[in-house]
């Protein structure tokens, strides 16, 4: 299924019915379905042929969408980049996309305009109002005709960076027709749905985990410009959101707000969560299934290379607890070995999948891309470790490059980061492994508190060698205000581990 038949499916079938919402903009589907074909239209014009790359730099407004589908059906390929990029960073990927055509939000204009020197390829620049509208003057509002395949490219998204710089991601309609479709089934969304798409669409999460999918069941997306719990909570009040999708740090700052408490009223259309991105800790999701016992928890495992693998229903949150799902409709998995060998229930290999919701490849990079697809048949590695129970259920154990191997013992960091998140006073943790000339490496963790709390190391050493075997415990603890993070809120493990590695031989 192409992308932009999902748009025009659905205004078909519910051309009046409220499209998407934000930043005072309101589009029926109808009206979302003719201004896409007006982007597409006016790319075609700008950008002769086919499969040539468009960014766009933007918050989540509606017009995001317009030129999302208009991209898709002009034939090009949509490079999202990151409104939350330094200068250096947004040079960096502008030029390696191949980035001739950017669509921005006005109020990013100034960090981009000093960059053009630096970027040859860069040809034209719109910012959305007055000149968005120059550009689409005249562009008909009817669908282009432009021989398309499901197989072509339609999207590039680029990874959160967590063990280096970010890739360029780039998938073709089919990958993330399949995405939203298992979506859409897992997440139970129907026409009645109103979800807030509260994480950016320019990460896989936003776009095709939520919105996309969104689109195809005919449900009205608000969209949400800029994160905050209070701006959230107003969204969920003034537009009646049914559904959303939160990654674990949307989800702590929520508890964490001083206003929840008094909000929670405020919330009581709010059914169903989809949470995903990063692990959340169990501590975490034990305190929100307190405070809102009435709100349907579906968690879901994927990245940006395969979109959604897993997902774990309603009825199984508590009975699973821990687990982030089965495979999603229509998706295959299996765990394998160092050696490429599928392993039994309950042995911990790497999480591998095959079909046609994973990439094309990563742009400009035909190493990584051939170290993804290691094996050969068309299995892609995913980097997390994890294992399945007799019933198919999969529990992720961690990445593979921040295991943690002491003194030949596998240590993993998430088991150290649940145990210390169960500690009353924490807020959030991180553990990685630093060198040490007996064991080769050892466990030390960063700690934030929640206001108020008072810990010292030793209390966490002595917690984690109560709870966990002895060799586990964090040799060294740290306590800090916040951890650098990816755009959606991952914490950035290889910033935390490069000081202490540096010129020495280890993965960073």
Known sequence: MLTGEMLAASARRWPDRLAAAGEGARLSFRDLDRRANRFANALAAALPGTGRHVGILSRNVPDYAAVHFGAARSGHVLVHVSTRYAAKELAHVLDNADVELLIVERQFMALLEPLRAQLPKLASVAA?????ERFLEGAPDAPPRIALADGDPV???????????PKGVLVSHAARALTARSAAAECRLSESDIVCVATPLFHVAGLYVLFQPAVLAGATSVMLAQWSPEAFVQAVEAEGVTMTFLVPSQVNQLLRWPGFSAAKPRLK???????????????????????????????????????????LPVEAARSK????????????????DAAGHPVGPGEVGEIVTRGAHTMLGYHKKPEETRDFFKTGGGWGWTGDLGYRDAEGYVYLVDRSKDMIISGGENVFPKEIENAIHDIPGVAECAVFG?????WGEVPKAYVVLRPGARLSEDEI?????????????????????????TAIGKIQKNLLR???????????
Not at 321 to 336: A, L, P, T, Y
Not at 475 to 481: G, H, I, K, T, Y
């Open 498 to 508: 490069e000081p202490y590695w540096r010129g020495r031989a280890k993965r960073i």
């Open 269 to 311: 259309t709010w059914r169903r969560l989809t949470f995903a991105g990063a692990p959340m800790p169990d501590a975490l999701q034990r305190e929100l299934m307190a405070e809102m016992p009435a709100l349907e928890l579906i968690q879901n495992y994927g990245q940006s290379e395969t979109g959604s693998l897993t997902w």
């Open 321 to 336: 607890f821990g687990s982030v799902g089965r495979q999603g409709h229509g998706i295959v998995i299996d765990v394998f």
């Open 155 to 165: 999207g590039m998204t680029y990874t959160g960076g967590t063990t280096g710089f």
């Open 461 to 485: 050493v002595a917690h984690c060698e109560r709870t966990l075997a002895r060799f586990k415990r964090p040799r060294a603890v740290a306590f800090v205000e916040d951890f650098p993070r």
């Open 128 to 132: 959305f109002g007055p000149a968005v």
């Open 434 to 438: 630093v060198p040490h000339d007996d």
